[in-house]
């Protein structure tokens, strides 16, 4: 038995509609036209499309004569709709990737995984694997069995397998499969396909935060990104991107996130470590898309914001403590080493600076922070630290809440400013 909510089945709608070939409430409306009546009207696109539009926000509950028509144009089925993709019933007795993906019986999963021929490992006529259909359909039931079978991970146990550069996603945290291939002669794809495929854990991640399954966040590495693995405060391992991750996975996760209940939004506002894939390394990291997820938040002028503002405002000022402190101390190690050459002309004050300074990286776009102290002696132990910043970009109508803003914006600035006083130092 499943709830029917207006506002839930209108947010499924607007999902499928974004997932489909149609690319605006208009074209699916053009479509909605076409399928019912056999023409089109022109003058009946704005009214569907409004419809449409407030179906989708939850304003307006979808008609009975609408449900065949969204169903096929959505290559769902009507039950999908109504229980908001709760319930997903197959639409054929044949075992298939599409059907296995919508069972609930264990007995069912396994069988499955056993088959000889091996249907696990690959995608159906659609170029679909019954991952991609069961992440479709939101059987948690059936992805959390996989995991806990240890049959897929969207996490490897292996930080060098984790990848920037692999696939149209452009990054990977070392997913696979246990399930053997067939003899030589068939080709088996699933192993490959997860570990292409990242987006994958994003959907993953977000049917976790619904079920709010903190441990299996934990599992899916959901506050991190592949690339935290590969960085450090060294110039040559610094990040390169211009930019984090992007994908339409990555954007419903992020909605996913913005609307969640406190306890899970805090979840991702508390700094984290990790170990890097270089050498020993540990490196504390703020949720990447935190700033992302607080534009959001801001638009949809949600009653929480402001906590989770002062939760980043809070970590962006212990890295500038941080930052200040290291300075101080290159500053300090620079003048002790410069002042035994007995030159105050050459090696003054502003050099000293400038020497403190020179391995500051700041990467505006994605937030990343980098330093290395200055060393003088190969005896001089390696001191440095690379984390990440958050900012956002979205303003309030909220006088306190713009002053929260304003005042998380302007410590971020300030990386800006030293990273500007630092180049201008080497143009002069």
Same mark, same amino acid.
């Given at each position: 038995?499943?709830?029917?909510?207006?506002?839930?089945?209108?947010?499924?709608?607007?999902?499928?509609?974004?997932?489909?070939?149609?690319?605006?409430?208009?074209?699916?409306?053009?479509?909605?036209?076409?399928?019912?009546?056999?023409?089109?009207?022109?003058?009946? #696109?704005?009214?569907?499309?409004?419809?449409?539009?407030?179906?989708?926000?939850?304003?307006? @509950?979808?008609?009975?004569?609408?449900?065949?028509?969204?169903?096929?144009?959505?290559?769902?089925?009507?039950?999908?709709?109504?229980?908001?993709?709760?319930?997903?019933?197959?639409?054929?007795?044949?075992?298939?990737?599409?059907? #296995?993906?919508?069972?609930?019986?264990?007995?069912?999963?396994?069988?499955?995984?056993?088959?000889?021929?091996?249907?696990?490992?690959?995608?159906?006529?659609?170029?679909?694997?019954?991952?991609?259909?069961?992440?479709?359909?939101?059987?948690?039931?059936?992805?959390?069995?996989?995991?806990?079978?240890? $049959?897929?991970?969207?996490?490897?146990?292996?930080?060098?397998?984790?990848? +920037?550069?692999?696939?149209?996603?452009?990054?990977?945290?070392?997913?696979?499969?246990?399930?053997?291939?067939?003899?030589?002669?068939?080709?088996?794809?699933?192993?490959? @396909?997860?570990?292409?495929?990242?987006?994958?854990? &994003?959907?993953?991640?977000?049917?976790? #935060?619904?079920?709010?399954?903190?441990?299996?966040? +934990?599992?899916? $590495?959901?506050?991190?990104?592949?690339?935290?693995?590969? #960085?450090?405060?060294?110039?040559?391992?610094?990040?390169?991107?211009?930019?984090?991750?992007?994908?339409?996975?990555?954007?419903?996760?992020?909605?996913?996130?913005?609307?969640?209940?406190?306890?899970?939004?805090?979840?991702?506002?508390?700094?984290?470590?990790?170990?890097?894939?270089?050498?020993?390394?540990?490196?504390?990291?703020? &949720?990447?898309?935190?700033?992302?997820?607080?534009?959001?938040?801001?638009?949809?002028?949600?009653?929480?914001?402001?906590?989770?503002?002062?939760?980043?405002?809070?970590?962006?000022?212990?890295?500038?403590?941080?930052?200040?402190?290291?300075?101080?101390?290159?500053?300090?190690?620079?003048?002790?080493?410069?002042?035994?050459?007995?030159?105050?002309?050459?090696?003054?004050?502003?050099?000293?600076?400038?020497?403190?300074?020179?391995?500051?990286?700041?990467?505006?776009?994605?937030?990343?922070?980098?330093?290395?102290?200055?060393?003088?002696?190969?005896?001089?132990?390696?001191?440095? &630290?690379?984390?990440?910043?958050?900012?956002?970009?979205?303003?309030?109508?909220?006088?306190?809440?713009?002053?929260?803003?304003?005042?998380?914006?302007?410590?971020?600035?300030?990386?800006?400013?030293?990273?500007?006083?630092?180049?201008?130092?080497?143009?002069?």
């Amino acid at each position: 038995m499943f709830e029917v909510d207006k506002e839930k089945i209108g947010k499924h709608i607007a999902e499928l509609i974004d997932a489909s070939e149609y690319k605006s409430d208009r074209q699916f409306g053009i479509a909605y036209l076409k399928l019912r009546y056999g023409s089109l009207d022109e003058a009946a #696109i704005p009214n569907i499309q409004n419809r449409i539009c407030q179906i989708k926000k939850g304003n307006k @509950w979808i008609q009975i004569e609408d449900l065949p028509i969204f169903a096929e144009l959505l290559r769902v089925s009507i039950e999908d709709i109504v229980s908001a993709g709760t319930s997903y019933a197959p639409v054929t007795s044949r075992v298939t990737n599409y059907s #296995i993906a919508s069972s609930n019986d264990p007995d069912e999963f396994e069988a499955y995984v056993k088959r000889a021929d091996k249907l696990f490992l690959n995608p159906d006529e659609y170029n679909k694997t019954v991952i991609d259909y069961a992440l479709e359909a939101g059987n948690y039931q059936f992805l959390k069995y996989l995991m806990d079978k240890k $049959h897929i991970w969207f996490v490897g146990p292996d930080k060098k397998e984790y990848h +920037n550069s692999f696939g149209e996603y452009a990054a990977g945290f070392g997913a696979g499969t246990d399930i053997k291939r067939r003899a030589p002669g068939y080709v088996d794809i699933l192993d490959t @396909w997860l570990k292409d495929k990242d987006d994958l854990r &994003f959907k993953m991640i977000s049917l976790a #935060i619904k079920h709010n399954d903190f441990d299996m966040l +934990n599992r899916l $590495h959901a506050k991190e990104i592949p690339l935290l693995y590969t #960085i450090n405060h060294f110039l040559i391992f610094n990040p390169k991107e211009d930019k984090l991750p992007e994908s339409k996975n990555v954007t419903q996760f992020l909605q996913n996130i913005a609307t969640c209940p406190n306890t899970t939004l805090a979840y991702f506002f508390e700094p984290f470590t990790i170990e890097s894939a270089i050498g020993d390394d540990k490196n504390t990291f703020f &949720f990447p898309y935190a700033g992302n997820v607080l534009d959001i938040m801001i638009k949809n002028k949600a009653s929480n914001t402001a906590r989770f503002i002062e939760m980043a405002t809070k970590y962006n000022k212990t890295v500038l403590a941080q930052l200040l402190k290291q300075i101080d101390n290159g500053i300090n190690l620079s003048k002790e080493y410069y002042d035994r050459l007995n030159c105050p002309e050459v090696y003054n004050d502003v050099f000293i600076r400038n020497e403190a300074l020179r391995d500051y990286y700041f990467y505006s776009n994605t937030g990343f922070v980098a330093f290395t102290a200055p060393r003088f002696a190969k005896k001089d132990a390696v001191n440095g &630290f690379i984390t990440n910043v958050i900012h956002v970009t979205s303003k309030s109508s909220d006088a306190e809440l713009q002053f929260l803003i304003n005042e998380l914006n302007e410590i971020y600035d300030t990386f800006v400013k030293y990273l500007d006083e630092k180049e201008n130092c080497h143009l002069n």
